[in-house]
């Protein structure tokens, strides 16, 4: 979610966007609603079973996993700020949840997102991407639904965060709690 200004007068100084601005986006996230996990990519990487593999860069264009499996609907989408004390951790940060009073107050501009996919809501496949999607519209009937198919969905909306991982294999008998904190 970057945001970049532009000044079309090369003797100015380009302008910049305040720490409000970026809290207000991250607001504007949370309130949304409609944010969805996904899970993609069942078919093997190239070189995935070389020694050292490493998964490659997500693409800056994408706009759907491949071979999307399903979506789950986020289940706490939260303002967050760095904490040292905080109760959540995250690429070795931590963070505490706050208010939206606070948030505003504390210029905040991290989101967390959080949900949990249990055994019997997604098939039990090898995965290799994780994506945020925001404005999902599902299909008449699905309204309401929080597990996705790809035939439950109208409109995929907007790939918003897009993670190209090694192989992970949900298990038919376990369930499954993705965390995401992104910055707005």
């Not at 050292?52 to 979506?71: C, S, T, W």
């Not at 249990?118 to 699905?142: H, M, N």
Request: charged share 30%.
């Amino acid at each position: 979610m970057a945001i970049r200004a532009v000044s079309t007068n090369i003797h100015e100084r380009l302008p910049i966007i305040t720490n409000t601005a970026h809290c207000s986006r991250a607001l504007a996230f949370v309130e949304q609603g409609n944010v969805f996990f996904g899970i993609g990519k069942t078919s093997p990487w190239e070189k995935e079973t070389e020694e050292g593999f490493i998964p490659p860069e997500p693409d800056l264009d994408a706009e759907n996993l491949e071979e999307l499996v399903g979506l789950k609907k986020a289940e706490r989408v939260s303002l967050v700020v760095p904490d040292e004390n905080g109760g959540i951790e995250y690429a070795k940060q931590r963070f505490r949840t706050v208010s939206k009073e606070e948030g505003l107050r504390l210029k905040s501009r991290w989101v967390l997102i959080e949900t949990t996919i249990y055994f019997e809501e997604l098939p039990p496949v090898a995965y290799r991407q994780i994506g945020l999607f925001s404005r999902v519209t599902p299909v008449s009937g699905k309204e309401n639904s929080n597990v996705l198919l790809p035939k439950d969905i109208k409109d995929i909306g907007i790939l918003e965060v897009l993670n190209n991982r090694k192989p992970v294999t949900r298990q038919s008998d376990t369930k499954d709690t993705y965390i995401m904190i992104i910055e707005c």
